[in-house]
């Protein structure tokens, strides 16, 4: 995948109605949530520019932008372990994207099903 840097906002082929909605972080990102469709189980956080949501929006599955490496990736492409994207909403502030996929195999990078469960906090 390409190792440019995020595109600015309105520099891909994302739909100009939905970047006109979005709230991006300084650097160009959203935060995307990773849901499994049909059990509402969360799997995973990965961020996504434009290019990357428009991406995941047109091959239907998840593309991401990897802030460690700098490069897009998509889900499963190494692992193995696809996203096959069934719905994208963005939520009332426009600042968060909930992707609900069917999952094939591990969603975290460790492994484990979801990067949830391994480490859990108790509340009083």
Do not use: N
């Not at 990102?29 to 949501?53: F, H, I, N, R, S």
């Not at 047109?58 to 069934?86: A, F, I, M, N």
Request: hydrophobic share 35%; aromatic share 6%.
């Amino acid at each position: 995948m390409s190792s440019a840097t995020p595109a600015a906002p309105g520099s891909t082929l994302l739909d100009p109605a939905i970047a006109a909605r979005l709230k991006r972080t300084p650097d160009g990102l959203l935060p995307a949530v990773a849901q499994q469709y049909d059990t509402g189980e969360v799997l995973m956080l990965g961020w996504m520019d434009d290019e990357a949501l428009h991406r995941t929006l047109t091959t239907g599955r998840c593309t991401y932008w990897s802030r460690s490496r700098s490069e897009y990736w998509v889900k499963g492409d190494t692992s193995g372990h696809l996203q096959h994207v069934k719905s994208v909403a963005l939520d009332c502030d426009g600042d968060t994207l909930l992707v609900q996929v069917d999952q094939v195999g591990a969603a975290c990078h460790t492994g484990a099903r979801t990067c949830f469960d391994e480490d859990v906090l108790l509340a009083p």
